[in-house]
């Protein structure tokens, strides 16, 4: 196993306690940091089950190695973020839009 089938396969597993999840706001400074703006009320729709929830309301995961960002519905990996070398690699695939 290489070291990046590691980080997929971490961000790809189901969250083992649900009580570990914040919400969208405590990523709220690097959204803005990544998007230039406020995104804590930007809309998206998973691109799994069609669920739509403002980012504010999505389920946050900070593991250590990054950020992995969760549809409520579904579990679904909506957003990852890691940062390497200074810069913050953002990943959106899971999303099917945002607004």
Do not use: H, K, W
């Not at 914040?22 to 009320?41: E, K, P, W, Y």
């Not at 089950?49 to 900070?62: D, I, T």
């Not at 679904?76 to 200074?86: A, K, N, P, T």
Request: proline residues 2%; charged residues 15%; contains cysteine.
């Amino acid at each position: 196993m290489t070291m990046d089938d590691a980080t997929l396969d971490d961000a790809d597993a189901a969250p083992d306690d649900a009580d570990a999840a914040l919400d969208g706001n405590a990523i709220a400074g690097l959204l803005a940091s990544v998007f230039g703006t406020d995104m804590t009320m930007a809309v998206g729709t998973c691109g799994s089950c069609g669920a739509v929830s403002v980012v504010a309301e999505l389920a946050v995961y900070r593991p250590g190695l990054g950020t992995v960002v969760r549809c409520r519905s579904c579990q679904s990996v909506l957003m990852v973020f890691v940062s390497v070398r200074g810069t913050t690699c953002v990943d959106l695939m899971g999303l099917a839009s945002m607004s």
